[in-house]
């Protein structure tokens, strides 16, 4: 069974409707002992960083975000959920993050061709980086998925699993241990976003 975390922000059950898809049970929940209980753990988001993360602090759930990522449950961000792993965000001043992935969430302005439109949004060619992903099992490198975000994580070379040129690389997908994210909307992505999570679905807990 898969937690979605419901803490007020995110495409909550456009996601459930996806793991239905596959043919995958997911709960919608703020309850921590289903999510305790759940055999993966998802942590969506959209919008600004500091509405949710201060969403996420007030309900509780970033310490049982983290609890689990200690535990060794795969925990999978999506868009801003992913953000949210990081250590900082410069969006509209400086925000802390879950610092469960070492790095830093910057305008893409900062590195693309001033001639782009921002946000980054649409379908994008996936590039591997080397570094072995099992969310990448029934998919190939030059898939599409689809973006929509002005800011991207920085300074996490060594984490990314995938980026996204946009006359830059963006980092489009993360992974460290068994936490994992994704720039990009699985659930937006036709057959190889149902294929990412459906992969994710398949990832067991590893003790820590």
């Known amino acids: 069974m898969i937690a979605i975390v419901d803490y007020g922000v995110g495409n909550l059950f456009s996601l459930k409707s996806s793991f239905e898809a596959i043919g995958e049970k997911a709960v919608v929940t703020d309850d921590k002992d289903v999510i305790m209980e759940a055999d993966q753990v998802l942590l969506p988001g959209v919008g600004a960083f500091a509405?949710?993360?201060?969403?996420?602090?007030?309900?509780?759930?970033?310490?049982?975000?983290i609890e689990?990522?200690?535990?060794?449950?795969?925990?999978?961000?999506?868009c801003l959920g992913m953000q949210l792993l990081f250590d900082r965000s410069f969006e509209y001043g400086e925000h802390r993050g879950l610092g469960l992935i070492s790095g830093d969430i910057i305008p893409i302005s900062d590195v693309i061709d001033p001639d782009l439109k921002i946000p980054h949004m649409g379908w994008?060619?996936?590039?591997?980086?080397?570094?072995?992903?099992?969310?990448?099992?029934?998919?190939?490198?030059g898939d599409c998925v689809y973006f929509v975000h002005s800011?991207?994580?920085?300074?996490?070379?060594?984490?990314?699993?995938?980026?996204?040129?946009?006359s830059a690389d963006l980092t489009a997908a993360v992974r460290k241990g068994n936490v994992y994210g994704c720039q990009f909307h699985p659930e937006k992505s036709g057959k190889t976003g149902l294929n990412?999570?459906?992969a994710f679905?398949?990832?067991?807990?590893?003790k820590c």
């Open 151 to 166: 800011y991207f994580a920085s300074g996490c070379e060594k984490d990314t699993v995938a980026v996204a040129g946009y």
């Open 196 to 198: 990412i999570l459906r």
């Open 124 to 141: 994008n060619e996936l590039r591997f980086t080397g570094n072995d992903c099992p969310l990448f099992k029934y998919i190939k490198e």
């Open 68 to 78: 689990a990522a200690e535990r060794g449950k795969p925990l999978l961000g999506i």
């Open 51 to 65: 509405d949710a993360a201060k969403k996420l602090h007030e309900s509780g759930m970033d310490k049982t975000v």
């Open 201 to 206: 679905c398949e990832l067991k807990e590893e």
